[in-house]
Structures are given as structure tokens and as C-alpha cells.
């Protein structure tokens, strides 16, 4: 029977190949893109970390009502990590950029300083030799945990490397372990030490520099915790209501703090794999619909030779399930493609952790029993349909009821294809004017990043020195054009976030909040953000001269709304020496933030308040790699045993910060385009089902005297009006999109009414020419044809 089916199927794609290949190609394009795009949140939101009990683990913020959420003070976690009965295996992380000497050169390195309890934490044991025991925080003996990729790229896979001492930051470590591959952490870190806190950090409650992971113990949940933590921190506000007045704990699954603000923007590209297959699955089942009626003869000659109504309909079926067969087929290399294109960057994590989507065995089964419910759901009831009228010897007309639910099918889907080519329009627009804000500057420069190390670099002169030898050295080599030095390069993320009064004002310290990066006097001009007013930060402004600052135009309205800030002076806390303003610049937008806090800066002179790292930017005189080796020997020189991180293009840096954006809406772009020639391809099919149905009609108008030109219009005129009809409904889905569409571009994109009108007419046109090809085949068909058909 099967291969009897199968038989038959390909006599009909030999004999008929065009709606056979059309459905197949409707059965890829829904089941692949619909897989690809699942696979993706499948990695990101539903797959397990890989950590052991991976739900039971969880992270601590501390939480402000104006700062909002950050990691914890030093002196606060030590204060109520051993005294906290939900939580078990606390640990705190602390970030460490280390220069790594290997083979006589020195190799910078992203690693972690970690609590006890960390690889128990996690669950995964190393490769080669151990973890950090607790041993290994009660002593003087400097051990390390390194990465796999580091050990293979750094150490040449060098398995005798246990036990052997490497050079970090100056100060010699014992390898103890090598982690496996494929290990993966939040920030990406390449090696781990002991974080041995010294007594400044013991006691300190200002500076959140802890992240803190921690596990739930067996039957108690995250809102147990949160309800511990609440207790303990009113008690810590109580002792310390200096630092801890205001500030509460927040505690959420890791995976809510990798994901991040993602939340909307997953939901916003979930829903686009339902509109895409409830779209497909309509028009598949139209196109259906539109089919099978032109096959009457045949049905009828095989229920004639004693073929029952059933048997004809699993016929069809089986005919469909090899069409859709074929579909997945496509399906699955589209799908793969998909994921090999966008990945899972579209939905970018709030922090850096990389994220797999693969199709593996379970996506292939998911797509199969997605293709089998397909086929189930489309193509079940048309087969049923047009097997039964052909059982009647005068066929019937379209029922009232079936017409209706054939326009109501058009509504729907043009409102859903109209509302995603809105979302991709407003994405558009969107994602031009958040790209036009990060391509100010020289798009010929780089950056080298360099993290001075504590244990070399504590006082603030010997850092300051550092870099001042550093510009001036670079500044007079020939391949350099022009260098300059700052904390924030935008539109990278930026680290510094401060609290500062400003004097004169009784407002409370903790309300006033901004972030802050520390500049060379030339790294306005090399970054390219312009002076709106007042003075940028120059050579005035050295260590002994009075402290100046320049704050961005967000920064004036937030805080100074009626008032010019120039001349104002602020102070920072814990620094009570005054700053005051010289100068307003213009607003650089901080990565995919919908806070309008996050264009709030405040650029200050690295001379005056020095940071131990900075990004050192460079616009070489001609190539790049000559400019690149002189800062390298220019930082060798200065100091031998200092890393310094990969030269990167600034126009790298900022394809980077727009790689989530433009992915996303080239998401939803793909998904759009989609949709509209699926809705196309289904408006054909039911104007040419409505010609089919409605011959006997046609045929008694045109010989009363009706024009082929009234069956024309007749047919594209009721199109034209279901579409306008879905169009308008689509539009006013608008509204309740926008939140969803904002996530994608950190809140620039909105939906135009203008714009929206534009694309409902372009809508309109291509409705109109795809019902207005079979419209014309049956106005030009003659009375006798038409009754001849019936």
C-alpha cells in the first residue's frame, strides 16, 4: 500500500510538479526557519547550563532604588555569607586582567580571583590535576587553576605543566590544574586564584566589587533567600548606615542574570516562529484547497472503481506527507544555516558567556513531529472536503460559512504579516539611528587594552607615570598618527559607576549616581565626541592643578534641567576634593540600554583621579600592524613582564556592540520577508480557489451580459478589501508590539504611523497583483469553458 502511494505521488509531481513543489518549498521554509530560530532559544533559555543541579544555582546582587542592581561590597558578603541558612557553597568573584609570562613574553589573560568553594560550586572537575582546595586559601603559596584554551595556546598542551610555576603579574604561581574543554563561565576567564582579601578589602562596603554565585540547599528556593537576605540586610543598615542605607539583596537563577534584560527580545522572536507557522499552515492548507478541486475527475473514477472516501483521503494525505517529507529535508539545511549565520549572539546575554545552538537528534525529531502535526492540521480537512464534493454529480457552490472562513483566514495573516513588516521597519530605523550614534570617529584607529597589576602598580603615581610615558613615547613615533588613552571606550561597556554630591545641594549622596571614565586631554578628538559647550578636558588639568571635569548633555538634563552646570562643582564619595565642570559633550549611548541613565557620563583627567587600566587608542599614519608593533615595544620597553591585551580595530569594537542588534533584526527582517510571501502565495491560492468554486457564477454573469473585466474587478476588489481589512488590524496590534520591538535596540526603536501607512500600501499593491493573475485566467475563460469546468 505505502509503496503503492508513493508511486502515485510521483506520477502526479511528474504529470503536475508545480503545487506539489510549492508546498514543499512552504514545508521547508516554516519548518526550517521555524527549527533554526527555535534551536536558538532552545541553547539560550531551555537547555541546561553545564554545572551540576544547574537550577539550584543561583546569584546575589546587591540593589539600590536609583543605582539599581550591582555586585556585592567585599565587606557585606564576608558580613552575611556564613550566617545565610538557604544558601550553601557562597562564592565571590572578582574580575583580574593578569599578564602572564610564557616563553619569555608576557600574554595578557582574563581571569577570576575566587572564594572557597568555587569548582565545588560548579561541579566540574579539572582535566589534569585539581581544583582550588581550601588548603589553598589559608597559606601563602600562590596556585592558579588555568583554562583549557589557555593551556593549549599558551603551554603547548604541555600535560607535565602541573606543578610547574608561571610567572602572573610579576609574582610566581603554581599550576594545580587544567579545567576541560568546552568549560565555560560567566566573563569568559581564561585562569583562577585564591582570593586572599586583603584587610582594606576585608572592610570595605563602598566599591561593589564582588559577583556572588551560590547554591540553593535541597527544598528551599530563591524567594526563601530573598526573604533571608532582607533580614540580614536591615540588620547590615542598622551597623552601617553610611554605605548601607538604601541597598537590599536581590537573588535570581543564573541563568535570569546571563539572560539578562533578553527576556523581551526572546519573547518578541519566540512569537515570530508562531506567526510564521500559523501563517504557513494556513496558506498550505489554502493552497490546498485551491488543488484538489481541479483532481475532481480523478477522484471521481476512483471512487467509481469501488475506492472509498477514506482510502482516497489517506492517498492525499500520503502525497502530502512526501511533499512535506521533501520540505524537511530543505528544512533541515535552511535550519542549519540559520544557526550558522546568527547563532545565539541575536539574543545576547547581559553578561559574556557563550551559548551553543546546534540541530542535533532532538531538533531533527522536534522537526518531524512538527511537520506530522503540519501535515495533520492543513492538509487532513481540504483532503476531506474535496474527496466529498466530488461524490456529487452537480458540485456545490462555496457555503456562506466556508467563505467567510476563507476571508477570515486572509484577515488573520495579512494583520500578522503587516504587524512583522512593521517590527522589521521600526527595527530598521531603529537599529540606523543607534548605528549612526556609534560611528562617530576615525574608523582607521585601534584599541590595545592595558591593566596595570596591583601588585606592581599601588600607588597612583607609579600607574600615572606608566601611562604618561606610554602616550608621550607612542606620540612621537612616526607610525602613530595621534594616540590617546580613556577607562570607556564607546560604545563598549563602561565600568566605572560613582556617587558624587553636588556642593551646595542638601540632596542625599546615595541619589546622585553616574558613570565615570577617566580621559587623556586628546581622546575626545580620537574617539570623535563633540564639545557642545564650555572646554574639553586639556593640559591644565595636571595631578597639583585644581580637579576639572566634563559631563555629557544626559548628564546636564538629569541633574541641572533649568541651569547651566558649567562652573558647578561636585564631589566624589570617599573623595571630598571638589570637581568642577568645564565642559558639556555630546551623548554616546552605553550597549543596548533602555535606561536613559546609561548616556549619563562623566569624563575626568586620568591625570587627577587615575585608573589602573585603560584602553589605549591609536590612528596609525599608514598600516595598522607597524603602529601596532610600535605600542607593543613602547609598553616592553617601559615594562618587560606587562601584558597587553589584542589590538582591535575601533570599527571592530563597534560592529561588536552592534552585532546583537543587527542580527535581531535581520532576524525578524528574514521572518518578515517571510511571512509576506507566504501570505502572497496563499492570496493566489484562494482567489484562484474562489475562480474554481465560483465558475458556475462567473459563467450565468458573463452570459447576462457581464464584461470579463467585471469578473476581474469583482474577484481583486473582494481580495483587496480582506487585505485592507487584515492591514488595518495588523496596525492596531501596533501599540502593544512597541514594548517588545523597543527591547531589540535598546529602546530607539518605535513603530511609525507614516511608515506603517507606507508598507500597508506596498502591501496593498503586491495583494493586488497576486489576485489579479487568476482573477484575469477566469474573467478570460468563456461561459461554455467555465460550465464545461463545472
Same mark, same amino acid.
Given at each position: ?97 593578569? +599578564? ?180 504557513? +499552515? ?223 545641594? +542638601? ?107 585603560? +584602553? ?175
Amino acid at each position: 500500500m505505502i509503496v503503492l502511494d508513493i508511486r502515485f505521488a510521483l506520477r502526479v509531481l511528474v504529470r503536475r510538479p508545480g503545487v506539489p513543489l510549492v508546498l514543499a518549498g512552504l514545508f521547508a521554509l516554516s519548518i526550517g526557519l521555524a527549527s533554526g530560530m527555535w534551536s536558538v532559544i532552545d541553547a539560550v533559555a531551555l537547555r541546561p547550563l553545564p554545572y551540576r543541579d544547574d537550577r539550584q544555582l543561583v546569584a546575589v546582587m546587591e540593589q539600590h532604588p536609583e543605582r539599581g542592581m550591582m555586585a556585592v561590597t567585599p565587606a557585606n558578603l564576608l558580613d552575611w555569607k556564613d550566617r545565610v541558612s538557604t544558601l550553601q557553597d557562597v562564592t565571590g568573584l572578582g574580575g583580574l586582567e593578569a +599578564s602572564v609570562v610564557a616563553q619569555g613574553s608576557a600574554v595578557r589573560a582574563i581571569g577570576s580571583k575566587v572564594t572557597e568553594r568555587f569548582f565545588d560550586l560548579l561541579g566540574v572537575t579539572p582535566a589534569l590535576g585539581r581544583g582550588l582546595t581550601a588548603a589553598d586559601f589559608r597559606s601563602n603559596d600562590r596556585v592558579v587553576v588555568i583554562d583549557h584554551g589557555l593551556w593549549s595556546r599558551t603551554f603547548g598542551s604541555n600535560r607535565n605543566i602541573i606543578g610547574a610555576s608561571i610567572i602572573i603579574d610579576g609574582d610566581p604561581h603554581t599550576v594545580v590544574g587544567v579545567m576541560p574543554s568546552g568549560f565555560k563561565t560567566i566573563g569568559k576567564s581564561e585562569l583562577w586564584i585564591p582570593w586572599l582579601m586583603s584587610p582594606a578589602e576585608q572592610t570595605e562596603r563602598r566599591f561593589h566589587l564582588a559577583g556572588v554565585m551560590a547554591r540553593l540547599r535541597p527544598g528551599r528556593s530563591a524567594s526563601d533567600a530573598q526573604q533571608e537576605l532582607a533580614a540580614l540586610y536591615r540588620e547590615l543598615q542598622a551597623d552601617h548606615p553610611d554605605t548601607t542605607t538604601d541597598w537590599s539583596a536581590r537573588v535570581l537563577p543564573l541563568r535570569d542574570l546571563i539572560l539578562g534584560d533578553s527576556g523581551r527580545a526572546l519573547f518578541m522572536l519566540g512569537a515570530t516562529i508562531v506567526v510564521l507557522i500559523v501563517v504557513a +499552515s494556513i496558506n498550505i492548507a489554502g493552497l490546498l484547497l485551491a488543488w484538489l478541486p481541479t483532481r475532481r475527475q480523478e477522484f471521481v473514477v476512483r471512487m467509481a472503481l469501488g475506492a472509498r472516501v477514506s482510502r482516497v483521503v489517506g492517498q492525499l494525505l500520503a502525497e502530502t506527507l512526501i511533499w512535506g517529507l521533501a520540505g524537511l529535508a530543505g528544512g533541515v539545511l535552511l535550519a542549519l544555516s540559520f544557526v550558522r549565520l546568527f547563532g545565539a549572539v541575536g539574543i545576547s546575554p547581559a553578561l559574556e558567556y557563550d551559548f551553543e545552538p546546534t540541530i542535533d537528534a532532538r531538533s531533527l525529531l522536534a522537526m518531524t513531529l512538527l511537520l506530522l502535526v503540519n501535515i495533520g492540521v492543513t492538509a487532513l480537512i481540504p483532503s476531506i472536503v474535496s474527496v466529498r464534493q466530488s461524490r456529487d454529480l452537480v458540485p456545490r457552490g462555496a457555503r456562506a460559512t466556508r467563505v467567510a472562513g476563507h476571508r477570515l483566514a486572509i484577515v488573520v495573516q495579512v494583520a500578522l504579516s503587516v504587524l512583522l513588516l512593521c517590527a522589521t521597519a521600526a527595527l530598521l530605523t531603529g537599529f540606523n539611528r543607534v548605528s549612526s550614534v556609534a560611528t562617530r570617529g576615525p574608523r582607521a584607529g585601534f584599541v590595545i587594552e592595558v591593566s596595570l597589576p596591583e601588585t606592581r602598580y599601588r600607588e597612583e603615581a607609579s600607574q600615572r607615570q606608566f601611562f604618561d610615558r606610554l602616550l608621550s613615547a607612542l606620540a612621537t613615533r612616526p607610525e602613530v598618527r595621534s594616540v590617546a588613552a580613556a577607562t570607556y571606550v564607546p560604545p563598549a561597556r563602561i565600568f566605572g559607576n560613582v556617587r558624587f554630591a553636588i556642593v551646595g545641594r +542638601s540632596t542625599a549622596t546615595d541619589a546622585l549616581t553616574t558613570l565615570a571614565s577617566g580621559v587623556s586631554p586628546s581622546a575626545f578628538g580620537v574617539l570623535g565626541i563633540p564639545l557642545v559647550r564650555g572646554r574639553l578636558i586639556d593640559d591644565r588639568d595636571q595631578p597639583r592643578s585644581p580637579r576639572a571635569g566634563v559631563i555629557s548633555a544626559a548628564l546636564a538634563r538629569r541633574y541641572w534641567p533649568a541651569e547651566d552646570p558649567i562652573g558647578h562643582r561636585i564631589s566624589l564619595v570617599g573623595d571630598p576634593a571638589p570637581i568642577t565642570i568645564v565642559g558639556i559633550v555630546d551623548n554616546v549611548r552605553q550597549p543596548l540600554s533602555v535606561d536613559p541613565r546609561a548616556e549619563s557620563v562623566l569624563y575626568l583627567p586620568y591625570r587627577q583621579l587615575v585608573w589602573p587600566f585603560m +584602553s589605549v587608542l591609536i590612528v596609525p599614519a599608514g598600516a595598522a600592524a607597524p603602529a601596532v608593533a610600535a605600542a607593543r615595544e613602547e609598553v616592553g620597553r617601559i615594562d618587560p613582564a606587562q601584558a597587553v591585551g589584542v589590538a582591535r580595530p575601533i570599527d571592530e569594537l563597534r560592529n561588536q556592540w552592534l552585532e546583537q542588534p543587527r542580527l535581531q533584526t535581520r532576524m525578524v527582517a528574514l521572518f518578515g520577508v517571510s511571512t509576506l510571501l507566504l501570505t502572497l502565495v496563499g492570496l493566489y491560492a484562494r482567489v484562484a480557489y474562489a475562480a474554481g468554486s465560483r465558475a458556475r457564477e462567473f459563467a450565468i454573469r458573463q452570459a447576462l451580459g457581464a464584461r470579463p473585466a467585471d469578473v476581474v474587478r469583482m474577484l481583486t476588489g473582494e481580495a483587496v478589501a480582506v487585505v485592507l481589512a487584515g492591514a488595518f488590524a495588523g496596525m492596531a496590534c501596533l501599540p502593544a508590539a512597541s514594548s517588545s520591538i523597543q527591547s531589540i535596540v535598546g529602546g530607539s526603536a518605535h513603530t511609525d504611523l507614516t511608515l506603517a501607512g507606507a508598507i500597508v500600501a506596498l502591501f496593498s499593491v503586491l495583494a493586488f497583483a497576486s489576485a489579479y493573475w487568476p482573477a484575469r485566467r477566469a474573467g478570460q475563460a468563456s461561459p461554455a469553458e467555465l460550465l464545461k469546468r463545472e
